[in-house]
């Protein structure tokens, strides 16, 4: 005889740590970071269209290393220190080639060459995985918003809204940037606004790594 289901399977997490969880996101996917810098940097740069591929990068890195700390792999390199700090320096060295990239950035229209080499999905697919705002990011959330008896279910759900509503508040840095660009006006004025988001960039994967 087959054992009965119960009456009522839940779908979804319960709405009360949904909502917390949807404010947890936000609030976490809003602040500066290295990769919102450079979205503020590029939307001035390159207008927030041409930002989409590099953003569209981000969120597919962020949700693989999402997935990876879920599995437990991300604890077994951080318990391994030869691993750990050559995470570390390649993603120091990473945001240090991004930076670059975004402070010697010439703005382009959308028909201008320069417009043509924002940097694209490739670029942005590292900049998660190399990132230890990220791994905070998830660790926090799957220790606080995943119970155990519904964990697939719960990472899921929470991958599926750092991607929407975390996508959106990373969208809104882009177009942040855009509207510095505007008021800025001067070449000259953009280019100092990009050289100081890059080394708020720079700065704020330096805080990471001393917190880690």
């Known amino acids: 005889m087959l054992t009965e289901l119960p009456a009522h399977l839940p779908s979804f997490m319960p709405a009360e740590r949904y909502a ?41 890195g962020f949700t693989t290393t999402l997935w990876l700390a879920a599995a437990g792999l991300l604890a077994l390199i951080s318990s391994v220190p030869v691993l750990q700090g050559a995470l570390q ?3 120091f060295a990473y945001i240090l080639y991004l930076a670059w990239i975004i402070a010697f950035a010439r703005a382009g229209t959308v028909s201008g060459s320069a417009a043509s080499r924002a940097p694209g999905f490739l670029r942005g697919l590292w900049v998660h995985p190399l990132n230890p705002k990220a791994y905070a990011m998830q660790i926090a959330a799957l220790s606080q918003f995943a119970a155990p008896d519904h964990y697939l279910r719960d990472v899921s759900i929470i991958s599926l809204t750092f991607v929407v509503l975390g996508g959106g508040a990373n969208f809104c840095w882009a177009m942040a940037g855009t509207l510095m660009a505007r008021l800025a006006g001067a070449p000259s004025r953009l280019r100092a606004i990009n050289v100081t988001l890059a080394a708020l960039m720079v700065a704020s994967t330096m805080a990471s790594l001393l917190i880690a």
Do not use: Q, Y
């Open 89 to 91: 320096l390649a993603c």
């Open 20 to 60: 917390l969880l949807s404010l947890f996101i936000l609030a976490a996917s809003g602040t500066p970071g290295p990769g919102n810098m450079a979205l503020a940097a590029l939307g001035g740069t390159h207008g927030p269209t041409r930002t989409l591929p590099f953003l569209a990068g981000m969120l597919v």
